[in-house]
């Protein structure tokens, strides 16, 4: 394994952090803030990551697969690592186990923070925290992999390495055409959501910043109340579509506005996922206004809808203290926690995607039992999956709710409640940012000893990464 050759790789990636701090440190310089100083020292120092293995590194005209694996995971670690720069130069509430948990949080796209005052932050900082949100939504690489492109046969082994086998089903194109089906979406979708959020009553900065965070599924805002700030039912159902269409199928998005066969209209997934958010909707809004919480069926209905999309799509927007909500509702909203949204999308969690595989394989379990001699095919959106994936998704359910278990016992030997415990374990590894009890909607994570931050960034990374791309970095040596 070439190690030189990982590094010149990484440093491109470096290079395309280094570009977004020194947007956001000409976002400070035209506000007059502070943050204008502690984000161009960051940017250089970045930009000195980076442009050192791309001058004395040759470059490789063929990567192996472990140096391609290399190249993703590193790249996601060190991401976070230089993430931390502008926080820790700046100060204020960041100190060093607080800056690596917002960095993490940031480009995994969980959206959880440690900050008790988030519009304390300079608008520099700000956009730099939306900025990490918004890369970490398509990839880190993916954005390395935009701007470089003469990599050829690199970028289709790379591009391979960053998607998911779930997510390469509905890609009926050419690998090389994926990074750019992918990013095309993510920035209109980014763009479109902007002009309409500004449209609707948002300053340009608040409009972008949002929408940024909107598309990454990441949930972090400018504003101490998140969405619930600008009280606007407009707002909020902007945000809901974006939101919704985030966690969709790129591939499936992209299908459906070139009018191929596969589309959004026609994939059981998405029926599924559909029927998901609307039979919740439905319950916990049914639940909040008989419980009396709301005055009349719509409003309940309207914070119902936000929270549901909000928290299944994982992004973590809030309008509503949801630890004021029915038991009946809180129970709902952490199963969706757990589900999330589709395979291919900006979404964590396990994926609809899987738990639909999943049960699909209990039913052909039972009809095998049935007729031992029967051949079942098991098929989603029309693809026969071979039985390799059929017990990679088993494996990797098994093991996720393994982890939630083991994180959830940690939490509770450090004093924290079990609620707390449990929903902040989910939120984690799903990347959704908020739980409940006091890691509730309208609360942060500053609460948290340091040890359960640095288990909490763990958990994020094992989530984004997809639990197993974490854990065989750990042991790559050992690999054969």
């Known amino acids: 394994m070439r190690f030189s050759v990982i590094l010149r790789y990484v440093g491109t990636v470096m290079l395309c952090l280094s570009a977004f ?11 007059n803030d502070t943050g204008f100083y502690p984000l161009l020292l960051s940017a250089l120092l970045t930009l000195l990551l980076g442009i050192f293995p791309m001058i004395f590194v040759p470059k490789a005209d063929n990567i192996t697969t472990k140096e391609g694996f290399m190249i993703v995971v590193g790249s996601w670690v060190l991401s976070c690592v230089v993430g931390m720069f502008p926080y820790l130069i700046w100060g204020g509430e960041f100190s060093l ?27 520099g900082l700000l956009f730099w925290r939306s900025a990490t949100c918004w890369i970490g939504g398509a990839g880190v690489v993916m954005f390395a992999l935009l701007i470089l492109p003469s990599l050829g046969t690199n970028k289709m082994a790379l591009s391979g390495i ?71 039912p407009l707002i909020e159902w902007i945000l809901i579509v974006a939101m919704f269409l985030s966690s969709l199928h790129f591939g499936l998005i ?73 038991p009946f509702a809180i129970v709902i909203l952490i199963i969706l926690s757990i589900i999330c949204g589709c395979a291919g999308s900006t979404a964590g969690g396990v994926k609809v995607d899987r738990v639909l595989l999943y ?103 094992m989530g984004r990464l997809e639990i197993f791309g974490f854990i065989q970095f750990l042991f790559i040596r050992m690999w054969r």
């Open 21 to 31: 701090m020194a947007v956001s440190a000409g976002i400070s310089l035209v506000s």
């Open 97 to 123: 186990v607080n800056a690596w948990f917002e960095s993490v949080s940031g480009f995994t796209t969980t959206g959880a923070s440690i900050l008790t005052n988030i519009e304390a932050l300079p608008q």
């Open 162 to 232: 960053e998607l998911s086998s779930l997510a390469k089903d509905n890609y009926r194109y050419r690998t090389q055409m994926v990074v750019r089906i992918l990013l095309a979406v993510y920035i209109g979708l980014t763009l479109v959501t902007t002009l309409l959020l500004k449209v609707s009553g948002m300053r340009w900065f608040d409009a972008l910043t949002h929408a940024m965070s909107a598309c990454a599924t990441g949930g972090f805002s400018t504003k101490n109340a998140s969405i619930g700030f600008y009280d606007s």
């Open 254 to 326: 992209f299908s459906t506005f070139t009018r191929k066969a596969n589309n959004i209209f026609r994939s059981e997934v998405v029926r599924v996922y559909v029927g998901i958010i609307v039979a919740a909707t439905l319950c916990i809004g049914a639940s909040l206004y008989f419980a009396g919480i709301y005055p009349n069926i719509l409003t309940s209905l309207r914070q119902s809808v936000f929270q549901v999309v909000s928290l299944i799509s994982t992004t973590g927007f809030a309008t509503a203290n949801t630890n004021l909500w029915t």
């Open 359 to 461: 049960g699909k394989v209990l039913k052909a379990r039972l009809r095998g039992q049935q007729h031992p001699n029967a051949i079942i095919r098991i098929r989603l959106d029309g693809i026969v999956q071979e039985e390799r994936q059929v017990n990679a998704v088993t494996l990797f359910i098994t093991t996720y709710f393994v982890l939630i278990l083991v994180a959830t016992l940690t939490s509770t030997l450090f004093g924290l409640d079990l609620l707390t415990s449990l929903s902040s374990s989910v939120a984690f590894i799903g990347n959704v940012g908020p739980g409940f009890g006091e890691a509730g909607s309208y609360d942060n994570y500053a609460m948290m000893p340091s040890l359960l931050k640095i288990q909490g960034t763990i958990l994020m990374l």
